[in-house]
C-alpha cells in the first residue's frame, strides 16, 4: 500500500465550506479507490452530526477521548470507536469533549503532538485522512497542522477573501519551522461560488495578486447551491444527495486535481533522482 497522506483542511474563518469539504473530497476520494478517514476536529460535530451522527454528545468514544488517552499514555485495545459511513469512509467524531481537551492540552507534554500520536497507528490502514478542523487557529489546530502532510485551504469567494489568509499562512510557516518541517500547502480551493457575479473572478484575482506566488490556486471552484446546503442535513454527501449536480462535479474534478497534482510532483521527483 502506497503511503497514508494526511490532509487538514483548515480555515479559521467559519462558514467557508472546510466540513463539507472534507465530507465531499473524502467520499470522491473514496470513489477513486482510496481507502479513507475523516477526523473530525472541530468540538462543534458539525461533520460528526453532517455524516448522520446526530447526537455527537452521546458518542462514548471521540478524538478528544483518544487525545486525552494518548496524554495519559493510555491506549484503547481495539478501533471499535472508528465509525463506518454507508458511502465508505470511516470517521473518528468529535464532540463538546474536544473544547475541554483544548484545554487540559496547555499543559501536556509534547502538546503540540498528541493527535499525531493518536493517528500515527492509524496512518498504516489508509490513503489517505482528511482532518476537519475548527474554525481557530488555537491548540487543536496546531495540533491538525503538526499531524499534516498537507493543509487545503477553502476561501469563500466574497470581497476582501484574502483577509484572514496571511494569519492562516503565518501559523503554517510557524508550525513548518517549529513543529512538523514536512508541512505543504497543498492549495487554495475558492467555495460558495455564483456564476452570475464577478466575485469568484475578482476572489481568484485578489488570492492570485497576493498569495499567488505562495500558494497554488486550485482550477477547480465549487459553486454554491441549495442542493448543497440541504445535503447538509441529510447525513449523506452530496454524491448521494445529489449525484450528477453541480456541486458533485466540481468536487469529482477538484479530487482529480488533487490527485494529478500529487502524480505529477511523483514524477518529477523521480525524474530528479534519475
Ligand atoms: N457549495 C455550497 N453551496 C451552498 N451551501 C453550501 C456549500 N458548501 C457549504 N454550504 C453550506 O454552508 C454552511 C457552511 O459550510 P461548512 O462546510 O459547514 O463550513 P465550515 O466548516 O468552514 O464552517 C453549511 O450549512 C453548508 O451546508
Ligand atoms: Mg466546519
Known sequence: MPQCEIIAIANQKGGVGKTTTTLSFGVALAKEGKKVLLIDADPQGDLTTCMGY???????VTLGT????SMLDKTLDNKDYILHHKENVDLIPSNLDLSSM?????????????????????????DYILIDCMP?????TINALASADKVIIPVEAQFLPAKGMSQLLRTVNKVRKQINPNLKVEGV???FVDKRTNLSKATYQQLQENYGSMVKIFDTQIPRTTKM??????????????KSGKVSEAYSLFTKEVLEN???????????VR
Open 189 to 191: 480551493l475558492i467555495t
Open 262 to 272: 500529487e502524480q505529477e510532483r511523483n514524477k518529477n521527483a523521480i525524474a530528479k
Open 229 to 242: 446546503a440541504e445535503s447538509t442535513a441529510s447525513g449523506k454527501s452530496i454524491f448521494n444527495y445529489d
Open 66 to 69: 483518544l487525545m486525552e488517552y
Open 102 to 126: 483544548e484545554m487540559s492540552l496547555v499543559n501536556a507534554m509534547s502538546r503540540e503532538y498528541t493527535m499525531k500520536n493518536c493517528l500515527q497507528e492509524l496512518r498504516k490502514d489508509y
Open 54 to 60: 446526530y447526537e455527537p454528545d452521546d458518542i462514548p
Open 136 to 140: 481557530s487557529l488555537g491548540m487543536i
